[in-house]
């Protein structure tokens, strides 16, 4: 995959989310697993509501 920008990582540095070309991906550091999260900030949120982590949400602005 080309780099990425990373737009937010947690306080233990387990998990980040990063944006490939247009296309965000919630990222778990220790396995590489991907779960794709949509195109726009607004989906973003909204896939991780239904994935249950509002912890992230309401740390994104």
């Known amino acids: 995959m080309p780099s990425a920008l990373t ?3 947690s306080g ?3 998990e980040q989310i990063n944006d490939y070309n247009g296309e965000y991906f919630l990222i ?3 396995d590489m697993k ?3 999260l ?3 900030l607004d989906a973003v949120k909204e ?3 239904e994935l249950g ?3 992230i949400v309401e740390q994104l602005h």
Do not use: A, E
């Open 7 to 9: 737009i937010w990582i």
């Open 38 to 40: 949509g195109h726009t």
């Open 53 to 55: 982590r509002y912890d």
């Open 34 to 36: 991907r779960i794709s």
């Open 47 to 49: 896939k991780l509501k």
């Open 28 to 30: 778990t550091i220790s």
């Open 12 to 14: 233990d540095m387990s």
